[in-house]
């Protein structure tokens, strides 16, 4: 009989308990600490000799079994949910980089993951190393024995840049250095990640997982591939597990933090991971269809949409993630002016932060998410004044079309 795909076994995953009552949805298990029946059965627990939970910031039962569908999905070796994509980032990178270590990463980032790198991991004395990262010899003249690891996000918001990360994990293992990919973009039910060389993935759940928008996550997604015995600062825990990583981060970096996610957003997301997938397929081939008629709009500069063939990053884009590159694109006009008279204007589409909620987003991105970086730092990181960002929902195509012509031109708004 044929391995049954992973929507069934997302369905069909049994609770590591059975629910008193039939629960045929995992229970909010709002409680903060748990009894025992016995002292040596507590130090057992706390020692980490059982599975038991012990205090809800470090496991509980409505989260855990977020992790095992996300892991049941994935295939992961293991995973980790936290409160937010961010704090899923530092999670990760607190884990890897020690003072005297350095990262390696390119300037087309997310404002908040910059920041983050160049503002706060910085500060512990971790070296920041920015590189054209879909340049081979580029990335590999970065990389020392002192490389913490490879960052790249695997569709680069609001750039649109696509790096071949079979090529960048090649380089990055050639050197015994992990790949860590920021995947939020093309969620891991279209995107393998693993099969092109992706050692850990870092996923802001808040995105097409939620479900809508309903809540605010983050999922650090370990393969279990790489080999942490060349890592000086995860060696001591290398034979400790199948994943050095893993086990540095649950038995110590995310219990310090305490940023792990709340039973409240773990079911909350658990029933947005049920329908992620048919959502999705939506979301993106509205996009797909949008991008295709914004390149015919007038007033309209340039649309950059990986899915579509005269993109410079469609083939490699085509080879990793399918047809449908996200629900996500960017388009110019031709003055930061024109876009906010074309912001002001919209009627359908909101004018918000976040991506894949249901509905259609759009967002001014240099005035907004990098509005307090300098214009130096803006051009670096490829930033344009001209530049829209629209997270495509799941609206009617037609309807969204007709709120982006009335908004470009004069005619009459029909809503």
């Not at 069934?8 to 600490?33: E, F, I, N, Q, R």
Request: charged share 20%; aromatic share 10%; with cysteine.
């Amino acid at each position: 009989m044929n391995e049954p795909r992973y929507e069934t076994k997302l369905l069909s995953l049994p609770y590591p308990k059975p629910d008193a009552y039939g629960s045929l949805s995992m229970p909010v298990y709002h409680a903060l600490a748990y009894e025992f029946a016995s002292a040596e059965e507590m130090e057992a627990a706390f020692c980490g000799r059982t599975a038991e939970h012990t205090y809800s910031r470090v496991t509980n039962p409505t989260v855990q079994f977020f992790e095992e569908r996300v892991k049941v999905v994935t295939g992961a070796y293991g995973v980790t949910a936290l409160n937010s994509g961010m704090a899923a980032i530092s999670n990760t990178f607190i884990t890897l980089a020690r003072s005297g270590s350095n990262l390696v990463t390119s300037r087309h980032l997310f404002g908040n993951t910059y920041s983050f790198f160049v503002n706060t991991l910085s500060a512990f004395g971790v070296d920041i190393r920015f590189c054209d990262l879909t340049n081979p010899a580029d990335v590999e003249a970065n990389l020392d024995e002192n490389t913490c690891g490879v960052y790249v996000e695997v569709i680069t918001n609001p750039q649109m840049e696509v790096a071949d990360l079979k090529v960048l994990s090649d380089v990055a293992h050639k050197r015994n250095i992990p790949l860590i990919a920021d995947t939020t973009i093309v969620p891991f039910t279209t995107f393998r990640s693993g099969d092109f060389g992706v050692d850990i993935d870092v996923v802001s759940s808040t995105k097409y997982i939620s479900g809508g928008g309903t809540s605010l996550g983050g999922l650090i997604i370990d393969y279990g591939q790489f080999d942490w015995s060349h890592s000086p600062k995860l060696k001591p825990f290398a034979d400790a597990s199948q994943s050095a990583f893993h086990c540095k981060l649950r038995k110590e970096i995310h219990r310090n933090l305490g940023a792990y996610m709340t039973p409240e957003v773990a079911y909350v997301q658990s029933l947005g991971l049920e329908t992620l997938q048919v959502r999705y397929e939506r979301h993106a081939s509205s996009c797909l269809e949008i991008a295709k008629r914004l390149q015919s709009l007038p007033g309209v500069e340039a649309v950059n949409y990986t899915g579509l063939p005269d993109n410079a990053f469609y083939a490699v884009s085509r080879k990793q993630f399918g047809d449908y590159p996200g629900a996500m694109l960017t388009f110019d006009l031709d003055s930061k002016e024109r876009c906010y008279s074309f912001l002001n204007r919209l009627k359908l589409i909101r004018r918000a932060t976040n991506l894949f909620d249901n509905r259609s987003l759009i967002i001014h991105p240099a005035s907004t998410i990098y509005g307090t970086f300098t214009p130096e730092q803006r051009s670096a990181m490829g930033i344009k004044e001209t530049t829209l960002r629209l997270s495509v929902g799941l609206e009617s195509v037609d309807d969204l079309l007709k709120d982006i012509r009335q908004a470009i031109g004069n005619q009459q708004s029909v809503f």
